[in-house]
């Protein structure tokens, strides 16, 4: 099962996330008192949701032996606020010589990506708590 591992860094809201064999800083702007030193929770999460959306598109074209060239995905976000859901607006780029029917297909496939259905679909968490290893 993948694993993503936040570990505070200088006791502030920098924290170093590892998954796998790699590692980037998430954290907070200055006016919400971090660092700015990194993208933000929620950014990694649109960032998570459109690179698995151009990733799950280039994986399709490939296996249909489409080659589509470049493509882009953007995600923009409004964080959830009381009463309303988070709103995700994507925005697919695709190069304009490609026929009606891969157009269609491709913005098909863009919502079967694993991050759009985990955050579409029921969500479960759970949780405990465990002493810090020294």
């Known amino acids: 099962m993948p694993k993503a591992t936040a570990r505070t860094q200088d006791h502030r809201l920098r924290h170093t996330v590892k998954i796998g064999k790699h590692s980037l ?3 907070e702007p200055q006016d919400m008192g971090g660092t ?16 698995c959306t151009a990733i799950t598109m280039q994986m399709y ?9 470049e493509i882009e ?3 923009e976000y409004e964080p959830a606020e009381r009463g309303s859901p988070t709103k995700f607006t994507m925005v697919l780029r695709l190069p304009e010589g490609l026929d009606p029917e891969q157009r ?3 913005e098909v496939i863009a919502a079967k990506c694993p991050v759009h259905r985990a955050l579409e679909g029921e969500v479960m968490f759970e949780e405990r708590v465990e002493p810090l290893p020294a």
């Open 61 to 69: 074209a490939e296996r249909k032996g489409w080659d589509i060239g």
């Open 25 to 27: 800083v998430a954290d």
């Open 73 to 75: 995905v953007e995600a």
């Open 104 to 106: 269609q297909r491709l």
């Open 36 to 51: 700015d030193d990194g993208p933000t929770p929620q950014e990694l999460l649109a960032a998570s949701l459109a690179s």
